[in-house]
């Protein structure tokens, strides 16, 4: 009870029943002994007390068996709370066997003068146990419960931690081994001495109450305002969560050192400790703190605010130093707000990372409601998408006006839903970027590709390249170079078939990093392009200090110089001097064949657009490649000779430490 305490545990379901638990625990160690202590002296004391301490001892080891049904219950991660019906098949599972004990164990001395059902006194007050049914099946009532938890663990063990399981195993089997030795040898009190052993066994190794605590400051961690927002849902409990938001936290990690700002974060969650002691405060990452009420009035709200703005007016000084930090707040009323703690979290991240709510006091009901939702819809969809198989790379024909056929592809990564509806690469290919899981779609797109190129005869179907997206996340990796041609390698693909697009935006945030990858792939052969220039920074020095082959012109640009003669005349510029720097143009967003040809006549190299094909599957892409190639001419048919591929592999930097990889 002490280490409990002391670990400050949260107070869900979990952690109340393991409370009652603990408690029922010491309380029937304290009744064992106290028994044992009377049977000594049992012919100086009252019977009638006699009665009463071994129905105590009996009833609060049958409540111990129960408990840990409900134990067992609680435990099991539960997405929705249970209905009516799951309710009253728990309360008959758990709640009826424990009644018929305790009218068992209670009875005992009401009976007693005719009938003996569990123990009996002599006429020395001496304590003899009954050995008949009643006696077996009080113990076969604990096994129910024992087996129940097994059983309760085993059907939901992919929502259990295996090493609860595990743990429960032991516990069984510590239970079920003292209370053997007990009946054997009436004298050996070991059933209380293994009770206690495998509780404090869970206390250490399940309940671990260092994973609800953040070791900073002290404050409950995230994964404890997740389980404690369930089990607020499940019980219907309302709450009024207050998000303390710290902007800027990259820039001060950066300015003043991470040592310093974890400083300041103690700081901070010493002041909500001392200022409001009547909520449960939480850390939920670096600069992210929660204050949860179960309820407050509209004075008491704007009091807590009031508090929190006025410190957060002043500077915090660490090592005389003034830090000033700005914050903002969201105030959450649940359910009114959110229907989960998953909704909860959502709101406070999407606040946290939209500037738009870079206001002073923010309220979730003041949200865009509708974008919050599905921007959390699209996160918890993205989560999942690559495990359950929801993403899938799409091929938008190339079409070169030299030759007058496709000539290849751009790869596009595309993303359904469970209703199998598809969610725009514009939607969630922002959100992926912020979350960080671009980059395993971005491996997923390249490896698909070249998974796709050495399961078909390229040649045979007039495929010359495949343009790649590269995102801004891929580029600021250092070994992003070293992945692709590792790739690349595993499936045995010429270097000349695949062409990355790289954007503005990539080049502006990483140059030095992004250069070093660029004369690396370039010198390997793999053709790069400059994508959708003219839609962002569109700086000169890029297409001179850069290996790009091509350059993309970005379909807003076309479109607008289709419509407007001074557009038109940029555009027609912009393509003369690319392709005086010796740079192949391709225009995107073509739409009709107007377009395609007028875009023929200003010098494009190649098209791509919906007048020659919308994105499409790759079985698709297949059949169009291989109606296309109709008219290719036997020499364009032939395989890539031996010479030209092993040309091509030695062209590769540090080709044998590929080859071990």
């Known amino acids: ?19 009652i638990l603990i408690i029922t625990s010491f309380s029937v160690t304290v009744l064992d002994f106290v028994t044992v202590v009377f049977t000594t002296y049992a012919l100086y004391l009252p019977r009638w007390l006699l009665w009463l301490v071994n129905c105590l001892y009996f009833t609060g080891s049958d409540s111990l068996a129960m408990i840990w049904a409900a134990y067992s219950y609680s435990i099991v991660e539960r997405s929705t709370p249970p209905t009516k019906k799951q309710k009253a098949f728990l309360w008959f599972a758990i709640y009826i066997p424990w009644i018929a004990a305790i009218c068992l164990v209670w009875l005992t001395p009401l009976l007693s003068s005719n009938y003996v059902i569990l123990f009996y006194f002599d006429e020395f007050n001496l304590y003899h146990r009954s050995n008949n049914f009643w006696f077996f099946l009080i113990h076969v009532i604990v096994a129910y419960y024992l087996i129940y938890s097994v059983v309760n663990l085993f059907v939901n063990w992919k929502r259990v931690e295996r090493q609860k399981i595990v743990m429960f195993l032991i516990y069984a089997g510590i239970v079920v081994l003292s209370v053997a030795l007990q009946l054997t040898f009436e004298s050996l009190l070991i059933e209380s001495f293994g009770i206690a052993v495998a509780t404090m066994a869970f206390l250490f190794y399940i309940q671990k109450p260092e994973d609800f605590i953040d070791y900073l400051t ?32 990259p820039f001060l990690s950066h300015t003043f050192g991470f040592a310093q700002v974890n400083r300041l974060y103690t700081d901070i969650a010493d002041f909500l400790k001392s200022n409001f002691s009547g ?52 105030i959450i009323d649940c359910p009114k707000d959110a229907q989960s703690a998953e909704d909860t979290l959502d709101i406070i991240n999407f606040v946290t990372n939209d500037d738009r709510y870079k206001l002073g006091v923010v309220f979730a009901h003041e949200i865009d409601i509708e974008e919050k939702k599905r921007t959390a819809y699209i996160e918890r969809v993205l989560r ?193 001097m690319i392709k005086a720097l010796e740079m192949d143009v391709l225009a995107e967003g073509v739409e009709t064949k107007e377009q395609a040809e007028w875009l023929t006549e200003l010098g ?58």
Not at 297 to 316: A, L, Y
Request: proline share 4%; with cysteine; net charge negative.
């Open 384 to 576: 999942g998408g690559m495990s359950e198989g929801r993403f899938e790379v799409y091929y938008q024909p190339l079409y070169s006006t030299q030759k007058k056929r496709l000539i290849g592809a751009e790869a596009l990564i595309r993303l359904r839903d469970a209703n199998g509806e598809f969610i725009s690469p514009e939607d969630f290919i922002p959100i992926s970027e912020k979350n960080g899981t671009i980059l395993r779609i971005g491996e997923f797109v390249f490896e698909s590709v070249c998974k796709t190129l050495s399961s078909i005869n390229t040649r045979e179907l007039g495929i010359e390249k495949v343009d790649i997206n590269l995102s801004v996340a891929q580029c600021m990796q250092e070994i992003l170079a070293d992945q692709i041609l590792t790739i690349k390698s595993l499936y045995k693909l010429p270097s000349s078939i695949i062409n990355l697009e790289i954007t503005e935006t990539a080049v502006a945030h990483t140059p030095a990093i992004l250069l070093k990858n660029m004369e690396r792939l370039s010198k390997a052969g793999i053709e790069l392009s400059l994508d959708d220039y003219g839609s962002g920074y569109s700086n000169m020095n890029y297409l001179l200090s850069l290996p790009f082959k091509m350059v993309k012109i970005d379909k807003y640009i076309v479109w607008a110089a289709h419509k407007d003669k001074r557009a038109a005349t940029a555009l027609a510029y912009t393509i003369k």
């Open 1 to 19: 009870m002490w280490f409990f305490h002391k670990n400050r545990p949260i107070p869900n379901l979990q952690n109340k029943i393991f409370y």
């Open 604 to 661: 494009c190299d190649y098209l791509q657009g919906f007048y020659f094909s919308k994105p499409i599957p790759k079985n698709d892409f297949i059949a169009v490649m291989k109606k296309n190639s109709e008219n290719l001419t036997e020499e364009e048919k032939l395989p890539l000779s031996e010479n030209e591929f092993l040309k091509d592999i030695e062209s590769i930097d540090d080709v044998e430490e590929l080859e071990e990889i």
């Open 279 to 330: 909520g449960m405060i939480y850390n939920l990452d670096r600069g992210l703190f929660a204050i949860v009420y179960k309820s407050l009035g509209e004075s008491e709200r704007q009091e807590i605010i009031s508090k929190i703005q006025n410190r957060f007016r002043q500077p915090w000084i660490k090592d005389t130093v003034e830090i000033k930090l700005y914050s903002r707040l969201c």
């Open 218 to 249: 002290g404050l409950y961690n995230q994964n404890a305002f997740i389980k404690l927002m369930q089990y607020k849902f499940s019980t219907e409990t309302p709450y009024v969560c207050l998000a303390i938001i710290i902007d800027d936290v």
